[in-house]
């Protein structure tokens, strides 16, 4: 699965990331300024509650983020208190410290105004390892933060199977294709039904950092 096979990919260690997310969320509390965090409401919202500060302010969760978060919970899933925006405990003092996690899709409605018209926001996926996908996303923030394989992970996946022949799908599907043909493995592309909404930017992507042959090693 070649969402980003592509020598750019490279994910930061969760240390790393983490760091990154409290201290842009701590600089914009001490300004007074809420931090929007985008993310998908499934996996990647608890992914983030699970690895910040809560110490540094309440953290918001979208409409669409909490039903989930109940779930985790109930799975045993160690998450920090959330609250709902329309939560009374919440004073305009307290949503301007606020971490608020929500999905892409709330960019740019009426939802968000609630935090301020100086609220900073920011876009956690793998995406973010390209500048120009942040500039087109139009956030002030890109964290590159992905649940899908970067370049080592796949390289190291295949090489780790031994497999002389590997199927690729769906992302980068030629670009890793060919590298893999180019380093001796039968490799071919296997086609699916399902898509990627950022499938724009991982075509603009491809066109400008198509690895060589000489990029790594899956053998």
Known sequence: ESTFGLPIYRWPTQAVLFDEINTWWRSN???GRASVL???AFGKAQRILHG???SIGPIVVH???EPLNAVYRAAGVDLPPTFRVTDTALD???LKRALVLAPPSAQGTPWMKRFGADAVDAFASGWMQV???RRRRGVDRGFVMSDHADWPGLMSA???TGAEQVRVTHGSVPVLVRWLTENGLD???FDTEYGDEDVADQATTEAKAAPDASEGDAQ
Do not use: N, W
């Open 63 to 65: 409409g669409a983020v």
């Open 92 to 94: 305009k003092a307290a």
């Open 131 to 133: 500048r120009g996908t």
């Open 29 to 31: 509390a001490a300004e």
């Open 38 to 40: 985008l993310c998908y």
């Open 187 to 189: 490799a071919q592309p």
């Open 158 to 160: 295949i090489k780790g």
């Open 52 to 54: 910040v500060d809560a």
